[in-house]
């Protein structure tokens, strides 16, 4: 492995920019770290570099841990957004500049610079200043710059970023082919998805300092695992679907022939977010002319000619075919964003405002929980002021997930019905009161797999706890946790805890499940967390741990639903901490 | 030509004529009237006026420590001008507003302030004092003077040129191998020179004219803490306003070969550049 990271994390006044880390990058690789602004990715490239230290966890470049070495000894060529050439020295004095430092004599230096300078395509600029160089050159003379000392790694920050589109295509073809002639593991760092896709051999995308998902450019785009990766890398339509024993259904339709390969956990009926890519749209007039799987008709919104594709949003017509998507957007109704090339243009042409029936090609199910809130209260001005609550909107906000309300006059009076029809789809929501605990526990016997209780003024949470009762709902607190986790920054623990009698003889088992599921979360979710095994009562420690700071949260995972009042009954009720309850039968 | 060139700044000759018109009223014409007093003296007067043991005294102090506190300022400045940039600490906009006070200050204010901390019994003195170290009254005095008075100008000059050096730029050589000092010596001072340069020429153009702070704390012996504006006063007060003028025309003379010096100093370390781009 030419990098390796492991757990690294970088804190700025005590906020993670770079959460926990982990990343191998082999020999000759072309690695992109692809992320909107602020997601931590030019942060980790400063920390690979060395020019940022890391408050946890290692960095080793070929095996070598330089995690407390500095810039000037790891070996690495750096290249930022700006070129920062050194604008006094000629383009010669910069090339050699590290040749310089390393007292090599002038014949070999000057030799190493024809060859660099050949090597970037800017051969007889040696006596130019910077000054005089458009900004690709100077692009290309700080790359020539940074490999001048034979680095073994090449970081890049943006490079392109300064540049116009078509020599920046130029300086990407360049870079591309001066990574492949030397051979040399290159990471590069950008917020541009053509980019990131145009280069790498694979990407890492980072959201909020957590790197969420790595894989080969086709991959990712094709088989994403979570939402934001889903919506980062591309144009997507999330649209809410029920996986089912027979497959995935759209509202009533069932489209499971359509779908590529969805992993099904378990044999439990649930709703997932299915992505459609605008290119996986096919509209026509009518139905019967559908090539694919018809999904619903709607009627052209808007099209816009982007030349060789064109855009079109199209309006569904709602609710009645049962088709709603996974993100509220303003006036709450429902857009398709579709793209189509020339061909498909020329064969039907639409104009706006005409109703065209939609079907789709594909359609890739995502794996992750967390597929929508619904805000559940026993009257609707309690719904309507949870839908406010700051936590549950940035969450929504940040995961692109709908709210949707819903009125239960008789929440926790045990015995009584719910009044809309038994699924509870998604995680529901509800305010932390009094009798919280009996409402979480109504909610949950009548088939809520998630319950979020959320006190008036939470916020994003910096450490959020992790707990299950049962070894047997393990797999879906992980993959709950880490959809939650993805989008907050914060730190995650997981809390093993043992009764105070355990014989000595025992306690190995307790380690044991500790790190069964900190290499779950590691190898199933890329969630890496730390864990703790502490000793006695599992409320009271819980409890003593949430109140030993603020911005905490909970994320606790129970099998027997029936006695969550009885165990958990005065945690949940103290309404200083959200708490989400993750419910799963055994699926053993 | 200018007329038919559009600026962005329009009226080259409305602004040209009052270029040449304050220069002329306030810059050429008081020193045309220094030149033409200073030759009215008959050749051998001047020359004893000019070439006096006393005379030469206070040359060699007055551009002495002009050009010592310049020096030393260069040094100081630019830590002070390089403190203020590049750290951010609690009372950074005082200390900045601070830097400003000597222009404010009426120079014999800063005189008399200097006077007393530096005397024999004054805070400072008094410790100096039996190290064998006497400030008040000799020229480390002057010099001391000399170097408050030209302190702003070395650090206003050097700061927005402090600021211009991007953190990238040493980010890039420290990943490049470089160490600190090397750094320092191979990008940041190169880069700020210029305005080093010009932080001292202004430094050391005021040393040389400076007389209300100097004239307390020097305590003005003849041929040891004599400063050149001083002796002219003398001459003035003696009604001998030739003497006082071929003084001044000598300092006039001397001062602006030092400058000119600089200043192609600096164009020649420009050109070179730009000779090496070619």
């Known amino acids: 492995m030419s990098i390796s990271l492991d757990q690294v994390t970088k804190r700025y006044q005590g906020v993670p920019v770079v959460n926990d880390v982990s990343l191998d990058i082999g020999d000759g690789e072309f690695f992109v770290l692809l992320g909107p602004s602020g997601s931590g990715k030019s942060t980790l490239l400063r920390a690979i570099a060395g020019l940022s230290g890391v408050d946890h966890g290692r960095i080793a470049l070929h095996g070598r841990d330089v995690t407390h070495v500095a810039a000037r000894g790891r070996g690495v060529g750096l290249v930022f957004q700006n070129y920062a050439l050194f604008r006094h020295m000629t383009v010669a004095e910069n090339i050699e500049f590290a040749l310089r430092v390393r007292r090599v ?120 695992a979570t939402r934001f990766v889903a919506t980062f890398l591309g144009a997507a339509n999330l649209i809410l679907a029920q996986q089912t024993k027979d497959g995935v259904r759209f509202g009533e339709r069932p489209v499971s022939a359509l779908v590529a390969a969805a992993p099904v956990h378990g044999t439990r009926e649930h709703e997932v977010v299915a992505v459609v890519r605008p290119e ?27 030349g060789a594709l064109e855009r079109m949003r199209i309006r569904l017509n709602g609710g009645a075919e049962g088709l709603s998507l996974a993100y509220s957007n303003g006036d709450g109704t429902p857009y398709l964003e579709v793209t189509r090339t020339q061909h498909e243009q020329r064969a039907f042409e639409v104009i706006k405002g005409q109703t065209v029936a939609i079907g789709v090609r594909r359609v ?61 789809p998604g995680t529901t929501v509800i305010a932390s009161q009094p009798d919280v605990a009996h409402q979480a526990e109504w909610l949950l016997k009548r088939g809520a797999d998630e319950v979020l209780i959320l006190p008036g003024n939470a916020t994003p949470p910096q450490r959020v706890l992790i707990h299950w009762a049962d070894e047997a709902v393990r797999s879906a607190t992980l993959a709950v946790s880490a959809s939650v986790l993805r989008h907050v920054s914060a730190e995650a623990v997981y809390i093993g805890i043992m009764p105070d009698m355990t014989p000595t003889a025992q306690r190995p088992h307790g380690v044991r499940a500790l790190l069964d599921a900190r290499s779950e979360a590691q190898a199933v979710h890329g969630l890496e967390m730390r864990t703790e095994l502490r000793f006695g009562d599992v409320a009271h420690e819980l409890t003593r741990q949430l109140g030993e700071a603020p911005g905490q949260m909970l994320i606790l995972g129970v099998c027997q639903v029936g006695r969550l009042v009885e165990h958990f009954g005065t945690l949940l009720e103290s309404a200083r901490w959200p708490v989400l309850i993750v419910r799963r039968e055994d699926e053993r | 030509m200018a007329l038919r060139q559009p600026n962005v700044l329009p009226g080259f000759g409305l602004t040209f004529g009052f270029t040449t018109f304050f220069l002329s009223a306030l810059v050429l014409l008081p020193l045309c009237a220094l030149v033409l007093m200073a030759a009215s003296m008959q050749w051998h007067d001047f020359i004893h006026v000019v070439l006096s043991a006393r005379a030469l005294g206070s040359y060699r102090l007055s551009f002495g420590a002009s050009f010592l506190a310049a020096t030393i300022n260069l040094v100081f400045g630019f830590i002070i001008a390089w403190t203020l940039v590049r750290y951010d600490f609690p009372g950074r906009k005082l200390i900045d507003a601070l830097i400003d006070m000597p222009f404010a200050l009426p ?65 890039a050589a420290e990943t490049l191998g470089a160490g600190r000092f090397y750094v320092f010596r191979r990008i940041i001072l190169p880069t700020v020179l210029p305005a080093l340069l010009t932080g001292f020429t202004l430094a050391f153009a005021r040393a040389v004219g400076e007389y209300g702070s100097v004239i307390f704390i020097a305590g003005n012996l003849p041929m040891k803490t004599e400063i050149t504006p001083l002796l002219i006063v003398i001459h003035l007060e003696e009604f001998d306003y030739q003497g006082a003028a071929a003084l001044g025309f000598v300092m006039l003379v001397i001062s602006f070969v030092m400058l000119l010096t600089i200043n192609l100093l600096q164009t020649w370390g420009r050109r070179r550049h730009v000779q090496a781009a070619r």
């Open chain 2, 107 to 171: 120079t014999a204010v800063s005189g008399i302030a200097l006077t007393t901390v530096f005397a024999q019994n004054g805070w400072i003195g008094q410790y100096l004092e039996p190290l064998g170290i006497k400030v008040a009254y000799t020229w480390i005095g002057v010099t001391v003077a000399l170097t408050l008075i030209g302190m702003p100008f070395v650090v206003r000059s050097v700061q927005p040129a402090l600021l211009e050096v991007q953190r990238d730029l040493e980010d």
């Open chain 1, 280 to 306: 996986e749209i096919e509209v026509a007039p009518k139905r019967e002319s559908l090539s694919s799987g018809y999904l619903c008709k709607g009627a052209v919104d808007e099209i816009v000619f982007t």
């Open chain 1, 364 to 424: 890739h199910v995502l794996p992750t929980p967390l597929s929508s809130f619904t805000v559940c209260a026993a009257n609707e001005a309690l719904a309507v002021a949870l839908t406010q609550q700051p936590l549950l909107a940035e969450l929504a906000t940040r995961m692109k997930t709908r709210i949707s309300m819903r009125v239960e006059p008789m929440l926790g009076v045990p015995g009584a019905e719910c009044g809309d029809g038994p699924a509870f």
């Open chain 1, 105 to 224: 004599k002038a014949g070999d230096r000057q030799k190493r610079r024809q060859e660099l300078l050949r090597l970037v395509a800017l051969e007889g600029m040696d006596q130019r200043l910077p000054a005089q160089l458009s900004g690709g050159q100077q692009q290309r003379v700080a790359v020539a710059r940074a490999l001048a000392h034979k680095p073994e790694v090449l970081l890049l920050d943006e490079p392109f970023g300064a540049l116009d589109a078509k020599i920046r295509e130029e300086l990407r073809r360049t870079i591309r082919e001066v990574q492949r002639e030397l051979g040399i593991t290159t990471v590069l760092v950008t917020h541009d998805q053509e980019e990131a896709f145009a280069l790498a051999d694979r990407i890492g995308v980072m959201n909020l300092g957590r790197l969420l998902e790595i894989g080969r450019p086709h991959e990712l785009y094709t088989r994403p």
